[in-house]
């Protein structure tokens, strides 16, 4: 069975602190591994890795994929409370299920 | 970029009704759209793979009777929740497949549901 594992499930930081969410997968046949950010809303993406040691980078956000030790992290600088947000790690395989989500991180933000 | 947008945004029902909600892809085609169920604090749960113009495939587990999906055309997709019950709330989110590439969804705003 398809497995994504994010950690931690739960965070807490400063305004200005820098924080590595991270995302373990164990899929059949990877294909890609995605980032979304989720607010009050629907997830909006942020990322997607397909290949190994190539960092992906948009701000203050950037992300990087290790598919040897089937992981990714997902990198915040300068954080500000609008980054507060549940953080998803999809993966997508060429099993049947498009997207396999892990439970997400929430990451809390404060002043 | 691709937009898509659901409607309703929030819905309350009692027990026992039907709730349609309809997931519309505004400047693109979208020959596939999938439907999500979010519990709070929870992941987002694929519940079925709505393909235009054939029968949805449902996830192991999701009830097809009870979760009714029609892709009527390549801009809309809907689901109806039949015979509601209180345990059937939840927030239920659709996504939009962009040129068959299954990574590039776009995710609507989502629907919040209540059975009362």
């Known amino acids: 069975e398809d497995k994504v594992v994010q950690s931690p499930l739960s965070l807490v930081v400063h305004e200005g602190d820098t924080v590595t969410l991270n995302c373990s997968y164990e899929?059949?046949?990877?294909?890609?591994l995605l980032w979304y950010k989720q607010e009050k809303k629907a997830p909006t993406f942020l990322f997607m890795l397909t290949s190994s040691g190539i960092e992906k980078k948009s701000g203050r956000l950037s992300s990087i994929l290790d598919k040897k030790e089937l992981f990714s992290i997902l990198n915040i600088t300068a954080t500000q409370t609008g980054d507060s947000a549940v953080y998803l790690c999809a993966v997508i395989s060429s099993g049947n299920t498009p997207l396999v989500f892990g439970k997400g991180t929430r990451l809390s933000v404060i002043a | 970029g691709a937009v898509v947008s659901q409607h309703p945004s929030r819905v309350i029902c009692k027990s026992g009704t039907s709730v349609k909600i309809e997931c519309r892809s505004l400047d693109f085609q979208a020959t596939t759209m999938f439907w999500y169920r979010q519990f709070p604090k929870k992941s987002l749960m694929l519940m079925a793979t709505?393909?235009?113009?054939?029968?949805?495939?449902?996830e192991q587990g999701v009830e097809k009777d009870k979760f009714l999906i029609n892709h009527a055309s390549l801009t809309l997709s809907t689901l109806t929740v039949t015979s509601a019950h209180p345990e059937d709330s939840s927030f239920y989110i659709c996504s939009a497949e962009l040129g068959g590439r299954s990574y590039e969804q776009y995710f609507g705003p989502g629907t919040r549901l209540t059975v009362t």
């Open positions: 709505s393909n235009e113009g054939s029968k949805a495939t449902y």
């Open positions: 899929v059949t046949n990877f294909r890609s």
